[in-house]
């Protein structure tokens, strides 16, 4: 269990550091993204504008313009700019073509690349490493590319920097948690170790008054004869006796030093022989019974703890349940795993989150308990049999005057 929690407080401070790194590298990827193809935008526009050429009027003469791509403008940018400009009339037929600014592409390529993008019927996108803008004009259509090889290849540099940058923080602090997260639990895994150990000191010291118990309530029998008495002091020693073994099964199978035994078995037969075995005790109380259990079929577990999951949830089930009330259980298959499903009425549903039946010693009817003879241990054993099979239970309302536990096995 200790062990659980330690990997369980790693596996959750890793996750959301990696959230954070993932979420920092998205964010600052997607605003270099934008203020690179925002670039782009504005130098297409500017070319397109100036038919194919740059403004180099503003650019020597300084001259004040309201649109921003102007201010930003240098006397080297037409030289770092790397671009090429084809004209086309209404048809889209090429009338001329200017390769002049760009080295890589000649006029045939130019062409080619016109073709392609015409058949993508988009004005504005990407076309391999060259940004295009499809502008239509009195004559026709002019159409500008712009060579972002030197954007692109930075723009991914820096993704890949800042990945590797990410997972070597993620594996530094990994390695951390990983060591420091024993003194983290140290204070827990002492406690939990004492109270197991308190746990089971205490349910062997109880073995022996209460086999003394046991004797003297005979040695009284034999002398005075049985009565009320006798009888009662022998049913609160079953009581401590059982009380006892249950906590000792449930400390060793919440610690996983119960060793279970897996096998494959037939867990329709399983549950309907639990079944069959209340049967009288739910007529004894007047109440009923029905029960639904789908045939043939198997599961790889410990069949004998199974059997104890069903006969503890029934138990609690006639226990817990109305004067005259409805019991049913249910056993069938979802997709590759068994449901078990065992639903009561009850005269009052608890109020408080149902979940807490799980817990030890909690009852939602103190009062009830007592009368049942029940210790709020029962269904703390259900789910750590359910968990020691890799399933799950859960309990909710149904209805009004309806509970129902579902075990996923």
Known sequence: MINKLRRKFILIATASLALVIVVLIA???IINYRQMDQKANELLQMITENEGEFPTTAIEKKEP???????????????????????TDVTYAVTKTDVSHVAAVTTQQASIYVNEILQEDQNIGYHGIYKYMVTEKPYGYIIVFIDERINIETFQSTLLTSCLIGAACLLVVFLLVSVFSKRVVRPVAESFEKQKQFITDASHEIKTPL???????????????????????RNQT??????????????????????????????SKAVWESAVDFEPLAELKNKSFTYTIQPDLSLYGQESAVRQLVSLLLDNAIKYSDDEGNIKLSLSSVGKRCKIKVCNTVSRMPCEDLNRLFERFYRADASRSRNSGGYGIGLSIVKAIAISHKGKVTVQKQGENMICFTVIL
């Open 211 to 233: 086999a003394i118990i046991s004797a003297n309530t005979d040695v009284l029998e034999l002398s005075a004869g049985k009565n009320e008495w006798t009888q009662s002091i």
């Open 65 to 87: 313009r309201e649109d921003e791509s102007y201010q930003r403008i240098t006397e080297e940018t037409p030289f770092q700019t790397r671009y090429f400009t084809i004209w």
């Open 27 to 29: 964010t600052s990827s």
């Open 238 to 267: 079953k009581r401590l006796d059982h009380l006892a073994k249950d906590l000792l099964t449930l400390s060793k199978l919440e610690e996983g030093s119960m060793s279970l035994m897996f096998s494959e078995f037939s867990i």
